[in-house]
C-alpha cells in the first residue's frame, strides 16, 4: 500500500513539474521580446532612457471569452526601473485615442520622471525611476504585426461636403449622413472590429500583468485611457494598484454624451479666455471691451474662417487668432478676388497691436488662417474617395461604435442643427456620429459596478477641457465617494499630469504613484503654484 502511494506521488511529482514547464514555455512563446526597438518610435528620447527600453510582441486572445477563435499580436514597450535590484513594481500607461500609439508615450513618461527627479524637490520621481518599469501596451488592432492591424475600408466613396455647422442644407446633410454610413460600414464590416472594443483591451492589460507576474495593476491613463483605467478596474477590482486618470472621459456615460458635451464646453473656454481677456486690454487686442461684443466678431466672421477656426482647439481659443479672423475676413469681403501673395503681404504690414509679441502672433495665425481655408480640413479628416483608414483612426472609430450604444440619424441631425444655433463656437461635429449606422452590437459602457470596491483611484482634472469636460470628470467623481481628485483650477488643459503648469499638481501624483500616498479627497491645485 506504501509502495503503491509511493508511485502515485512520484506520478503526481512529475505532472506538476511538466505542467510547470509547459507554463512556463507558453509564458515565454506569448512575449516575445525583440533584440532591439529600431522599429518604434522613441529616437530622439533620452539615450540612457531608450538604452533601457524593451521591445517586444506580445499575443494575446482574439476573445479573452472564447479563447478558442485564435490569436492577436500587440505591441508592448517596457522602460525598465534604473534600479533592478530596488524594483517595486511597473506602471501600465495608456496616452489616450482610442487609438493613440503607446511605445514612445512610456518612454517619454520615463524620461519625464527621470528629468524631474534630477530637481531638487524631485525624490517622489526619483524613486518612480529608479523602482517602477513603465509599459506601454498598444492597443489591440493598432500593433506592428499586419494580420493583427484593423484597417476599416471600403469600395464606397467618402463624398466631398461643406462644413457641417456652416451649411445645413438638405443635400450637404445627405452627404454627411452618407459619409457616416461608409465609415461605419468599413470599419463595421472588417473581421476583427467585433473585438476591438475596451473590454478586450482591458483582458489584454490583465493578460500581460499576469504574464509579467506583477501583483497588482498600477496605472496612469491619458483622456481615453482614464476609460479604460475604469473599465480595467470594473472588471479587476481586487488587482487595481495606483492608478491615476488624467483628464476623464465620464465613464459613468457614454461616447455619445461625451461627444455632445464638447460644444457647451468650448463656448465656455471662448468667452473665458478670448472674450474676457481680450474686453479687459482693448487697447492691446483692439476689440473693444465688451465680451459680447467681441463674440459677435466670430459671429460675423465668414463662414470659411469660422470653420478654419473650429479646425483645432488652439485657434478658436486664441484671442490672437481672432484678431487675425476678423481682418481676413474683412479683406475677402472687401477685394475677394485678391491673390493670396497680396493678403500675405498686406497682413506683414499691418499693425495688429501695438504690443509687438500679440502682434507678431497676429500676423502668424493670419498666414495660417489662411492656409486653412484654402485647404479645409475635410469631414473626420477623410479625403473623398475609397474609404481607408489607419490603424489608429480604425481603432478610435470602431472602439467609439462598440463601447457604448448610439442613436440613429434623425438624432445626430437634430442635435446638428440644434448645435450650430446654439453652441456657433463649438459647432456641430460630433465623434460617434456615425455610430448611427454601426452593425455590431455595442457593449453597454463601463462596469461602473465593482468600482465601489476601488479605493485607489486618482483622478487629476483641470478646470477647463473641451475634450473631456470637468463637468463629466466631476460627475463621474462624485458618484465614488471612494475616490481622490486634483482639480487644476482656473487653467484650460487636456492632460494635466507632468505638464509643467502646477507643482501642486505633479507633487499630488508623483507621491502617489511613488509612494501611494493620496492627497485630500478634493485637492485644488493653482497653475504656475
Not at 500500500?1 to 511538466?18: E, F, H, W
Not at 525624490?123 to 492597443?139: K, N, S
Not at 487697447?283 to 463662414?303: C, H, S, T, W
Not at 489662411?370 to 472602439?399: F, M
Amino acid at each position: 500500500m506504501s509502495k503503491q502511494r509511493t508511485v502515485l506521488g512520484s506520478v503526481i511529482i512529475i505532472a506538476l513539474m511538466t505542467s510547470g514547464a509547459c507554463a512556463t514555455r507558453k509564458q515565454a512563446e506569448n512575449i516575445r521580446w525583440l533584440p532591439d526597438c529600431d522599429a518604434r518610435p522613441i529616437r530622439g528620447l533620452d539615450p540612457e532612457v531608450v538604452a533601457r527600453t524593451q521591445c517586444g510582441i506580445v499575443r494575446v486572445p482574439l476573445n479573452h471569452l472564447k479563447p478558442s477563435l485564435g490569436t492577436l499580436d500587440l505591441d508592448i514597450t517596457r522602460v525598465t526601473a534604473r534600479q533592478p535590484g530596488k524594483r517595486e513594481g511597473a506602471i501600465f500607461t495608456n496616452p489616450g485615442g482610442p487609438g493613440a500609439e503607446a511605445d514612445g508615450f512610456a518612454v517619454l513618461l520615463a524620461s519625464i520622471w527621470k528629468n524631474y527627479g534630477e530637481k531638487p524637490d524631485g525624490e517622489a520621481y526619483r524613486h518612480l525611476t529608479d523602482t517602477f518599469d513603465v509599459i506601454g501596451l498598444t492597443p489591440r488592432g493598432m500593433g506592428s504585426t499586419k494580420d493583427s492591424q484593423l484597417v476599416c475600408q471600403s469600395d464606397e466613396l467618402i463624398v466631398a461636403h461643406n462644413d457641417i455647422t456652416e451649411d445645413r442644407s438638405p443635400a450637404n446633410l445627405m452627404a454627411l449622413q452618407h459619409n457616416a454610413a461608409v465609415l461605419a460600414r468599413g470599419c463595421a464590416s472588417q473581421r476583427l472590429a467585433p473585438y476591438i472594443n475596451t473590454a478586450q483591451t482591458a483582458r489584454d492589460m490583465e493578460f500581460v500583468r499576469v504574464l509579467l507576474k506583477e501583483k497588482k495593476l498600477n496605472y496612469l491613463g491619458n483622456s481615453y485611457g482614464t476609460w479604460l483605467g475604469a473599465w480595467y478596474a470594473g472588471l479587476f477590482p481586487e488587482h487595481v494598484g495606483r492608478m491615476v486618470l488624467d483628464s476623464n472621459t465620464d465613464w459613468t456615460s457614454t461616447f455619445q454624451d461625451a461627444s455632445l458635451i464638447q460644444a457647451p464646453e468650448k463656448e465656455k473656454i471662448f468667452e473665458r479666455f478670448v472674450a474676457q481677456p481680450a474686453a479687459r486690454r482693448p487697447q492691446v487686442y483692439q476689440m473693444g471691451n465688451d465680451p459680447k461684443a467681441i463674440r459677435d466678431i466670430f459671429l460675423e466672421l465668414l463662414p470659411e474662417v469660422r470653420a478654419a477656426l473650429r479646425s483645432d482647439n488652439e485657434l478658436y481659443s486664441s484671442a490672437e487668432y481672432l484678431m487675425a479672423a476678423r481682418l481676413l475676413s474683412q479683406w475677402l469681403r472687401e477685394t475677394p478676388d485678391t491673390n493670396d501673395t497680396h493678403l500675405l503681404s498686406r497682413a506683414r504690414t499691418h499693425r495688429f497691436s501695438p504690443d509687438t509679441e500679440v502682434d507678431q502672433s497676429a500676423k502668424s495665425a493670419f498666414m495660417h488662417l489662411l492656409t486653412l481655408i484654402r485647404n479645409p480640413e475635410p469631414w473626420n479628416g477623410l479625403a473623398p474617395g475609397p474609404l481607408k483608414l489607419t490603424p489608429a483612426a480604425s481603432v478610435r472609430s470602431t472602439v467609439l461604435c462598440n463601447d457604448t450604444p448610439a442613436a440613429g440619424e434623425a438624432f445626430w441631425a437634430d442635435k446638428g442643427n440644434r448645435y450650430a444655433t446654439q453652441y456657433p463656437v463649438g459647432g456641430s461635429f460630433f465623434q460617434a456620429a456615425h455610430c448611427a449606422g454601426w452593425s455590431v452590437q455595442p457593449l453597454n459602457g463601463v462596469p461602473v459596478k465593482n468600482l465601489k470596491h476601488v479605493h485607489s483611484i486618482l483622478m487629476v482634472q483641470a478646470e477647463f477641457d473641451d475634450q473631456t469636460p470637468a463637468a463629466g470628470a466631476l460627475k463621474a467623481f462624485k458618484s465614488l465617494p471612494n475616490t481622490h481628485m486634483t482639480l487644476l483650477k482656473g487653467s484650460y488643459q487636456h492632460g494635466v499630469s507632468f505638464s509643467d503648469s502646477s507643482a501642486c499638481v505633479n507633487r499630488s501624483v508623483g507621491d502617489y504613484l511613488a509612494y501611494g500616498r493620496k492627497p485630500e479627497r478634493y485637492l485644488i491645485c493653482f497653475g504656475a503654484d
